[in-house]
């Protein structure tokens, strides 16, 4: 099985992370992080978001990457699956 979109979201995951990390003053990035990162909705349910920490973040950050290496890894189960139909 090929893991290619695994590792492809795997790095859009931390490329976003870090590029929040290093512009998270600019608002269109701190929009852009929000928007396409999944834990960080829900953050906001379980931490004040007014006062975080970086442990906080940095969790929110491994989550984030989590979360993108898992939909990647989806994607390639399913191709994986439909490769195997196709070979039939």
């Not at 003053?25 to 379980?46: C, E």
């Given at each position: 099985?090929?893991?290619?979109?695994?590792?492809?979201?795997?790095?859009?995951?931390?490329?976003?992370c870090l590029i929040h990390f290093w512009f998270?003053?600019?608002?269109?990035?701190?929009?852009?992080?929000?928007?396409?990162?999944?834990?960080?909705?829900?953050?906001?349910?379980?931490?004040?978001?007014?006062?975080?920490?970086?442990?906080?973040i940095l969790v929110i950050y491994a989550l984030?990457?989590?979360?993108?290496?898992?939909?990647?890894?989806?994607?390639?189960?399913?191709?994986?699956?439909?490769?195997?139909?196709?070979?039939?």
């Amino acid at each position: 099985m090929r893991t290619t979109f695994t590792w492809l979201f795997t790095f859009i995951g931390a490329a976003l992370c870090l590029i929040h990390f290093w512009f998270h003053d600019h608002d269109a990035i701190y929009m852009l992080f929000y928007a396409l990162s999944i834990p960080a909705w829900f953050a906001s349910v379980f931490t004040n978001i007014y006062e975080v920490s970086m442990l906080q973040i940095l969790v929110i950050y491994a989550l984030t990457i989590a979360t993108w290496a898992l939909v990647g890894y989806v994607i390639d189960r399913f191709a994986a699956g439909y490769r195997r139909k196709r070979n039939y």
